[in-house]
C-alpha cells in the first residue's frame, strides 16, 4: 500500500518561495506518476504538476509553469515542489498523489490511486 506524507507549506509573502516534499512509502516499483494537486476553499481539486519517478518527464499547468519545478530524491523517495514567484491565488491545500503508470499528461484527479494528507499554502499579498 503506498502511503504519502506532505510538508513544507506555511506562509509566505507573494513573489517569495516555497518548498513542498512529498515522503513515499510502499511504492513497488519505479513505474509510478507522482503528482501535486491543490484545492482552495469552494474550489475543485486542481492538477499543479507531476512528475514519473525516474524523473524522466514532467508536466506543469499552464498556471505554474516557469514557476514551479517538480523534482524527486531517489535516494529519500521525496519529491519536491519548488514554489518559486508565489502569488495570492496560489493559496490552497496542496496534495501529494500517485498512480501507476508512464503517462505524465494525466491531469484528473481521479486517474491518481494513493493521496497525501494535504499540506496548507497561504500567500499573502
Known amino acids: 500500500q503506498v502511503q504519502l506524507v506532505e510538508s513544507g507549506g506555511g506562509l509566505v509573502q507573494a513573489g517569495g518561495s516555497l518548498r513542498l516534499s512529498c515522503a513515499a512509502s510502499g511504492l513497488t516499483s519505479s513505474n509510478y506518476v507522482m503528482g501535486w494537486f491543490r484545492q482552495a476553499p469552494g474550489k475543485e481539486r486542481e492538477f499543479v504538476a507531476n512528475i514519473h519517478w525516474s524523473g524522466a518527464s514532467a508536466y506543469y499547468a499552464d498556471s505554474v509553469k516557469a514557476r514551479f519545478t517538480a523534482s524527486r530524491d531517489n535516494a529519500k523517495n521525496t519529491v519536491h515542489l519548488q514554489m518559486n514567484s508565489v502569488k495570492p491565488e496560489d493559496t490552497a491545500v496542496y496534495y501529494c498523489?500517485?498512480?501507476?503508470?508512464?503517462?505524465?499528461?494525466?491531469?484528473?484527479?481521479?486517474?491518481?490511486?494513493?493521496w497525501g494528507q494535504g499540506t496548507q499554502v497561504t500567500v499573502s499579498s
Open positions: 498523489a500517485a498512480r501507476r503508470g508512464t503517462g505524465v499528461a494525466v491531469t484528473s484527479p481521479k486517474r491518481y490511486d494513493s
